[in-house]
C-alpha cells in the first residue's frame, strides 16, 4: 500500500521474513463486522449528465492523499458480508462490560523517584498486548511464496499444523476479563490468535470489528483480573502535548516511544489488499499526528498522555522507506471506543451516510464535459429513500462545501460526512445549472444501507 505521502499501516510484520528480527510491514487498512455497512469512492466519471449551462473558470485539483486524479471507485457492500464469511466473530457478548480502568491511578514523576516517561511506561505497560495472528498456510504460501515453513507457535504453543504465523502486531487491554483494542488491518483473516499480556501467552478469539474504522476486537480465553488501560478524553488534545507510544515495532513487544502531539484532525481514506487477499477501503475521518516514533507492527498499540491515559490507537505512519520518519497517526480514542463498545454488545457499527454515489471533478473533465465547477464532489447517482434524495439533491449536482468546508472532491466529502455522526444535520452548497444552492440535509444511518445498495443495484457514499 502506498500513497502520495508513502503512508502505510503501523503493524503486519511478518515474523520469519528474512532480513531482520520481524521482517518488513504487510501494509494495509481496515475492514468491518459481518453485515457491517457499505461505502463507495469513484474513480471515474460514469454517467455524467451535463447541466443545462456550464460556467467558472479552470483550476488544477490534485488529490492530496491518493495522488493525481485518483478518486476511487470501488462499492464494497459485499466487503462486510465477505468477512462474516471468512472470520468466526464469537456468538455471544456481554452487553454489561465496562471498559477502561475503573482506577484514576495519578501518575508520580518527582525526581527522587522517576521521571514522566519512567512513570508512564510503569503504569501502561501491564495493559499492553501483542498479538500474533496465525493465517491460513496456503494462504501465507501465496503470499510469500511458500517461503515460511508451519509455524510450532509462541511460546511452545501447539498449533493447528494448517496455521502459520504471519502478521505480529499490538493491542490495548479493555477489561479485565480480556477484552483487547486493535486494528482490523492487524487481525483480519487470522484463523488463530495468540496474545502476550504482561507475559502471559493466553489464545484469543476474535469478536468483531468495525472494517471500514480499522477498529477491531479480540476476547482472551480464560482470562480474569488483567490490567484495562485508563481512558482519556481524545476531545481535549493540544498540539505539542506529550505523549508516548507503545506497542510491538518489528515484533519487539513492551516497546516505548516519546514525542509530542505534531497535529490533529487530520484525515485519510486508505485501500490496499490485506495479507488474507482482501480488499479493503478504510475511512480514516480524523487523526492524531506524533512524532512520537511508530513503525510496522506498532499497529493497535496504545498512544497515551502525561497521566498514562489512553487517547489514541498507533495506526499509521508516512515515510518514504516505510518506516519511522518522524510522521505517524493514531485513531483518536473516543472515535475508537464508541465502535468497541459496539462490537462487544453484538451490534453492528453504524455510521452516518448521505446516500449518493461521486465522482470528482477537475478542471479537465470540467471542460470535457461542459460543467459549471472545476471542483467539488459531481454527483452521479441518488439512491432513493436516502438523506439525499430527500433533500432534493439530483444527478449532476456539484458539492462544493459541506458543513462550511470546501469540498475539492469526493474524497473530502466522503471523510467529511463519515466524520458526521447519523442523525446529525449539515450544510450542503452545490452547483446546478451554473448556480449555486444551499440546503440543510439529515445525515441518515447506514444500518440498512447494505440492502439499499443490493437494491439499487449501486453504493452508497459514506
Known amino acids: 500500500m502506498s500513497e502520495q505521502d508513502s503512508s502505510s499501516w503501523a503493524g503486519g510484520v511478518n515474523p520469519q521474513a528474512p532480513g531482520g528480527p520481524a521482517g518488513g510491514p504487510v501494509g494495509g487498512s481496515a475492514g468491518g463486522p459481518a453485515g457491517g455497512p457499505a461505502y463507495v469512492s469513484s474513480s471515474s466519471m460514469p454517467n455524467f449528465q451535463a447541466p443545462k449551462s456550464s460556467g467558472g473558470g479552470f483550476k488544477t485539483f490534485i488529490l492530496a492523499f491518493l495522488g493525481a486524479a485518483l478518486a476511487f471507485a470501488i462499492g464494497v457492500v459485499g466487503l462486510n458480508i465477505y468477512n462474516s464469511m471468512n472470520q468466526s466473530p464469537m456468538s455471544s457478548t456481554s452487553v454489561d462490560t465496562t ?10 514523576a518527582a525526581p527522587t523517584e522517576s521521571t514522566l516517561p519512567e512513570a508512564v511506561a510503569s503504569k501502561c505497560l501491564p495493559s499492553l498486548a501483542s498479538i500474533t495472528v496465525y493465517l491460513p498456510t496456503s494462504t501465507v504460501q501465496n503470499i510469500y511464496g511458500g517461503l515460511f515453513n508451519n509455524s510450532s507457535g509462541s511460546q511452545g504453543q501447539e498449533l493447528n499444523e494448517s496455521v502459520t504465523a504471519a502478521t505480529l502486531g499490538s493491542g490495548v487491554v479493555l477489561s479485565e476479563d480480556g477484552y483487547i483494542l486493535t486494528n482490523y488491518h492487524v487481525v483480519a483473516g487470522g484463523a488463530q490468535y495468540t496474545v502476550t499480556v504482561n507475559n502471559v ?10 472494517s471500514s474504522s480499522d477498529v477491531a476486537i479480540l476476547k482472551l480465553r480464560d482470562a480474569s483480573g488483567l490490567a484495562p488501560m485508563e481512558i482519556g478524553n481524545s476531545e481535549e488534545l493540544v498540539v505539542g502535548e506529550w505523549v508516548m507510544a507503545l506497542g510491538s515495532p518489528f515484533g519487539l513487544s513492551q516497546s516505548v516511544s516519546t514525542g509530542i502531539i505534531s497535529s490533529i484532525g487530520r484525515s485519510r481514506i486508505v485501500q490496499a489488499t490485506l495479507a488474507n487477499h482482501e480488499t479493503v477501503s478504510l475511512f480514516y475521518p480524523t487523526l492524531i499526528q506524533t512524532d512520537a516514533a511508530i513503525n510496522p507492527g506498532n499497529s493497535g498499540g496504545a498512544l497515551v498522555n502525561a497521566d498514562g491515559k489512553l487517547i489514541g490507537m498507533n495506526t499509521l505512519l508516512s515515510s518514504s522507506t516505510g518506516n519511522y520518519a518522524g510522521v505517524g497517526f493514531a485513531i483518536p480514542i473516543n472515535y475508537a471506543i464508541q465502535l468497541a463498545q459496539q462490537i462487544i454488545d453484538g451490534k453492528t ?20 464535459y461542459g460543467l459549471p465547477s472545476t471542483y467539488g464532489a459531481y454527483i452521479t447517482q441518488v439512491l432513493p429513500g436516502t438523506s439525499a434524495e430527500a433533500a432534493g439533491l439530483e444527478i449532476g449536482d456539484i458539492i462544493i462545501e459541506f458543513d462550511g468546508q470546501t469540498i475539492t472532491s469526493s474524497t473530502d466529502l466522503m471523510l467529511g460526512v463519515r466524520g458526521k455522526n447519523p442523525g446529525e444535520s449539515v450544510t450542503l452548497v452545490y452547483v446546478r445549472d451554473g448556480e449555486e444552492h444551499e440546503i440543510t440535509v439529515t445525515l441518515g444511518n447506514d444500518e440498512s444501507i447494505s440492502q439499499v445498495a443490493q437494491q439499487s443495484q449501486s453504493s452508497v457514499l459514506r
Open 99 to 108: 471498559l477502561g480502568s475503573q482506577e484514576n491511578i495519578p501518575i508520580n
Open 201 to 210: 501467552d493466553y489464545e484469543a478469539d476474535y469478536v468483531g470489528a468495525d
Open 349 to 368: 457499527p453504524t455510521h452516518a451516510y448521505l446516500g449518493t454515489s461521486l465522482s470528482s471533478v477537475t478542471s479537465e473533465l470540467a471542460s470535457r
